[in-house]
Antibody
Framework: EVQLVESGGGLVQPGESLRLSCAAS????????MNWVRQAPGKGLEWVSS????????NYADSLKGRFTISRDNAKSSLYLQMSSVGAEDTALYYC??????????????WGQGAPVTVSS | DIQMTQSPSTLSASVGDSVSITCRAS??????LAWYQQKHGKAPTLLIS???ILESGVPSRFSASGSGTEFTLTIRSLQPEDFATYYC?????????FGGGTKVEIK
């Protein structure tokens, strides 16, 4: 059974940094593109970032303006999201999401339960 | 970026009704369109991919169609567990984008 467990969320002040982690199990982590998708309170889903199987290719939503960095450690079956210069607009539940096998890789077949991030002073 | 527009944003229906949700893309996504269901307080789940392919375990009362820029999700004979919010998502090109969601609520 695929399991994706996020951690590292919490309350952070505007302008500060935060690192989210996702521990994956139940599948061959290094064989799949991984993603972060967020959902602001009461709002819809927003794709944040994707990273290829080897980590050699990454993509980000334009709205992030270079503030976030996605990475992975295949030896640890873990996905990360380094968030910097956070603002109120980054307040959301951040989901760790596994892409399905095959191309295109933007089909999301497994989701974690989410890590809540609240940006407030 | 490809903008995804869903309609309606809210849909009121009764158990046993059939409902349809429309998703329009600002440019062609060919057939690379997925549908997700999100129940209150839960993570989304993938229902349908490549426009019309039901994921394993999804009931056959769900169906979907379309191509290019216009897509439809239909639920026949709504069941109590189907009351949820549904999102379309294009995965033809980055950035992958979601529709705003359609909440299917009990009338």
């Amino acid at each position: 059974e695929v399991q994706l467990v996020e951690s590292g969320g919490g309350l952070v002040q505007p302008g500060e940094s935060l690192r989210l982690s996702c521990a994956a199990s139940g599948f061959g982590f290094s064989d799949y593109t991984m993603n972060w998708v967020r959902q602001a309170p009461g709002k819809g889903l927003e794709w944040v970032s994707s990273i290829s199987k080897t980590g050699s290719s990454v993509n980000y939503a334009d709205s992030l303006k270079g503030r976030f960095t996605i990475s992975r450690d295949n030896a640890k079956s873990s996905l990360y999201l380094q968030m910097s210069s956070v603002g109120a607009e980054d307040t959301a539940l951040y989901y760790c999401v596994k892409s399905s096998w095959g191309y295109p890789e933007g089909r999301f077949d497994s989701w974690g339960q989410g890590a809540p991030v609240t940006v407030s002073s | 970026d490809i903008q995804m527009t869903q309609s309606p944003s809210t849909l009121s229906a009764s158990v046993g009704d059939s409902v349809s949700i429309t998703c329009r893309a600002s440019q062609s996504v060919i057939l690379w369109l997925a549908w997700y269901q999100q129940k209150h307080g839960k993570a989304p789940t993938l229902l349908i991919s490549k426009t019309s392919i039901l994921e394993s375990g999804v009931p056959s009362r769900f169906s979907a169609s379309g191509s290019g820029t216009e897509f439809t999700l239909t639920i026949r004979s709504l069941q109590p567990e189907d009351f949820a919010t549904y999102y379309c998502q294009q995965y033809n090109s980055y950035p992958w984008t979601f529709g705003g969601g359609t909440k299917v609520e009990i009338k």
